[in-house]
């Protein structure tokens, strides 16, 4: 079946502005993560979402940053009035159960904030 | 808090040889489970293996095997007969008992010659 698909692929936008990053998960998956890849700081875990229960959102940097996931499928990551540190590669992934199963990832969205 | 640790910021191998990246976590867990992800130039993640903490046996995917060390927290992956298309980031990480996010190393750039 398909795998895990995100889009835009890449994204430029002016410092100040609002972006929506889209992901869709393996049908079926129960389990939606978002992750940050920068070089600074290597990959990092930003949210996670397990069927209809309440997000974990443990790893949002700062209130700029939020995540929803409507019908327990598709989910979006906005970051509102983007800063240049926002520019990174942001990583979708999505599992069968919560614990121990592996992750699948998307190809990621590039993020660069001039 | 949990870590990874790759040491090897790149690698390199020739083509049909064996190369073996090192990674040692830190943890109080007894129960968890640890990956290797691959991350060629097109950037998407590509789970490679994973293993159990509590099964002994370590784990293979063909020409990719593992060394679990519990005791010594190492958790290194072989890579037998090196092909070109092996060339790649490789991050290893580790998922825990109490949270479902992946945590990452720093990844290994693993280059292959001909």
């Known amino acids: 079946g398909a795998g895990v698909s995100q889009s835009p692929s890449n994204k430029v936008t002016e410092k100040g502005k609002d972006v929506e990053l889209r992901c869709d998960p393996i049908?079926?998956?129960?389990?939606l993560y978002w992750y940050r890849q920068s070089l600074g700081q290597g990959l990092e875990f930003l949210i996670y979402?397990?069927?209809?229960?309440?997000?974990?959102k443990s790893g949002l940097p700062s209130d700029r940053f939020s995540a929803e996931r409507t019908g327990g499928s598709v989910s979006t990551l906005t970051i509102q009035r983007t800063q240049q540190e926002d520019s990174a590669v942001y990583l979708c992934?999505?599992?069968?159960?919560?614990?121990?199963?592996?992750?699948?990832f998307g190809p990621g969205t590039r993020l660069t904030v001039l | 808090a949990q870590t990874v640790t790759q040491s090897q910021p790149e690698m390199s191998v020739q083509e049909a040889e064996t190369v073996t990246l090192s990674c040692t976590y830190d943890?109080?867990?007894?129960?968890?489970?640890l990956f290797w992800y691959k991350q060629p130039p097109s950037r998407q993640m590509i789970l490679v293996i994973r293993?159990?903490?509590?099964?002994?046996q370590n784990a293979t995917e063909n020409r990719f095997s593992v060394n679990f060390q519990k005791a010594a927290k190492s958790f290194s992956l072989k890579i037998s007969d090196s092909q070109l298309g092996d060339a790649a980031m490789y991050f290893c990480?580790?998922?825990?008992?109490?949270?479902?996010?992946?945590?990452f190393g720093k990844g290994t750039t693993l280059s292959v010659s001909s």
């Open positions: 943890t109080s867990e007894s129960d968890y489970y």
């Open positions: 990480a580790y998922s825990g008992q109490a949270g479902t996010a992946l945590i």
């Open positions: 293993q159990e903490a509590y099964k002994q």
């Open positions: 049908s079926g998956h129960t389990a």
């Open positions: 979402f397990q069927g209809n229960s309440a997000p974990d």
């Open positions: 992934a999505s599992s069968l159960r919560l614990r121990g199963e592996a992750q699948y």
